[in-house]
């Protein structure tokens, strides 16, 4: 049985979309924080460099500003004018370097020419600064062209303030550079335009005065870039007027956003992680419920198509096979054989050993039926002890035959059931697809009537399917609906009694009911063939009771001492018999002692309990128990003594050897002897001869019934015989025909 852990397909789908959403998810989650943080550093960045952008503006400012305290101013313009180096240090420069930093001064007069130099707190010689003086004509250039131009308007209303500022290299060292004319505080002293002496104050852009800078910021590692150094993204450039790049300030880039995923990282794997268990755990959860509901899935389909008792495929699975084979078959030269498999006197071991061992017969049966033929063949249980093979890929009618051959040796050999061993043999019926279209409902119906006949002409064999058996079928049919027609409409059936006589052949001491069927078309037919269909069609039922009513009717108005009634093995069988002939015979007023049944031998070897119980419950009522045809079946004399009886009846097969060989009349005499010495009464049937006749009551046979004393008779006939009719009415005729 396939019921292993195999998932459906939706399963894998789902567990698939879901790891793909999952997965996405996580890129998404994953690429936007990064995006993000990238983002927040990008912002960041951009802050930083407006912050440095600003603090070079005010750090430009601040010169200014210094510079300012002291170019206006009325001693300025006076100790300047008189060339008065001593104080020109102590306020104009080395001052300038001690109290503000600023690294380079220089003075010059009206005409341009340097009075004053300063380098680094110290006075150098004022021609120095024709070292410094190409970068800084521009902005000294600038501030004589402001100081020549119509006067601006300030803030505060008065002169603007006069100065020129800019960044410039100096020895290849950015600087801010500062220029201010020295210009007088208060009226006392009056300087004529033109004649300014200009104040040049420069302060190198250096790492001290870059982490000033960066210490308003709180930002770290800024330091200055020469040109030749590489920068990276955290840097700004230092851009003179002319938009003259002369070095850069760099610094460490705060990355707020990389920062943030740093710390946050560690937490945010254990989520992930966290979340990626949860999910697994759901995925495994959902597929073990999904292969679980497909286990079940695939037993109920199991169970749905096989057999529970022997795990074969059952009927349902067995007709979608046969259906299969027959359409490959019908693409195909070769055929399909069906072979329809019965086990022979199973309900015997049903009976005798129980239904365990009845199952047990069946599963072993099924095993080894399984074991004998190929893996392409299906071998199936329809039910009880039936069983079908298919065999594909056949041949020829051989091929079948050899199997079924093999499959009856098999079962053939002992079978070991819980405490018994048991014997048994299979009859089996094959049928053979006849080409395309070959139906599979014609086939199973075909091997069925092969079975039938094979079990009819002596079980433990097979039979294939021939033509003439459908047409045997067919009959069988027709005449069934035709007795049943008959037995409902109450036409055409009727009964004909046959005498009993004493030794003497006069004297009848009761009748034989005998069942007559004028058929309109088949005319009269034997009774011995429609009574088997009835009981094949399971019509036996009715139509025995049609007859004991008939015959116990009959018989109330007669003054026979008894009737004797036919009954099939089927009927007995049947749990409600007893009590349906005590309902005649209380519904039709025949007394029981005057009814006999006649029952055949075999129905006593049937060994079975209903049967038994309802023998012994008929002769306690009163009833006589006839054993027909007596010599033809298998009766013991220990199922004799068993079964209590009260007649035999010696078959007339013995009776009509009697006069011509010696056997049989040896034989007929052992059965008479045996009927004395059993105590019961025996009547001889079939006493066509008056040396018969002669030869029975010589051995001592108490009763005969043949030809030579009568034939069966219609009531007329048999009322018009004397002594019959009863008392008051002369002719028969009322009764025949009430
Ligand atoms: P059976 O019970 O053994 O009946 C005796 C058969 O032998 C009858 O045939 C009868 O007509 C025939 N017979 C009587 N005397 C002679 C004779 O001297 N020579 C020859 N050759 N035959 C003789 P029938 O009526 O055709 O019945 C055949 C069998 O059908 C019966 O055998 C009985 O088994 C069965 N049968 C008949 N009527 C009924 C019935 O109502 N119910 C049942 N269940 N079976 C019946
Ligand atoms: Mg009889
Ligand atoms: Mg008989």
Known sequence: MNSGAQRSPLTNQVTLTVLALAAFALVIVVGFGFYAAMQADHASLERQKIFFANGLQDQIAAVEREQESISVWDDSV??????????????????????????????LDAAGRPIHAMREGKLVAANLYAEDEAALRPTVEKLRSLIAGPPAEG???????????????????????????????TDRVTQAPGTEYLHISVEFINDAVIARIAGKYLLEGAHLLSLSQPTGSAAIPLVDSRGVILGYIGWDQERPGLTLVRKAGPALIIAVLLAASVLAFLLRRLRRASSALQTSRNEAQYLAFHDTLTGLPNRALFEDRLRRALLIASHDTAKVALLYLDIDRFKHVNDTLGHPAGDELVR???????????????????????????????????????????????????????????????????ALSAGPGADADDLLRK???????????????????????????????????ELRKALTGGTGIKLNYQPVFAVDGRTILGAEALIRWSHEVHGALPAAQFIAIAEERGMIGELGKWVLREACRFAVRTELPWMAVNVSPLQLRDAGFAGMVAAILAETGLAPVRLQLEITENVLLENNDTIAAALVALRQSGISIVLDDFGTGYSSLSYLRRHAIDKLKIDRSFVRLLDKDGNSTAIVRALVDLAIALEVEVTAEGVETEEQKALLVGMGCHQLQGYLLSQPLDPIQLLGLPGLAPPGEEDGQAIASA
Not at 162 to 169: G, I, Q, R, T
Not at 449 to 475: S, T, W
């Open 78 to 107: 006076i100790n300047a004018k008189a060339g008065n180096e001593t104080w020109m240090a102590e306020n104009l420069s080395v001052w300038m370097y001690s109290y503000y930093g600023h690294n380079r001064v220089y003075v």
């Open 155 to 185: 803030a505060a209303g008065g002169a603007a303030k006069m100065v020129a500022e800019d960044l410039v290299s100096l020895g290849g060292m950015p600087a801010i550079v500062s220029i201010a004319p020295l210009v007088p505080s």
């Open 364 to 430: 072993q049966t099924a095993a080894r039926l399984q074991r004998t033929i190929r893996d392409v063949d299906t071998v199936a249980r329809l039910g009880g002890d039936e069983f079908a093979v298919i065999l594909i890929d056949v041949h020829g009618v051989r091929d079948a035959e050899d199997v079924s051959e093999r499959l009856q040796q098999r079962l053939r050999e002992p079978f070991k059931l819980i405490d018994d061993q048991v014997f048994v043999s299979a009859s089996i019926g094959i």
């Open 447 to 481: 091997a069925d009537i092969a079975l039938y006949e094979a079990k009819r002409n002596g079980r433990g064999r097979y039979e294939v399917f021939a033509g003439d058996m459908d047409d045997l079928l067919l009959r069988k049919r027709k005449v069934e609906s």
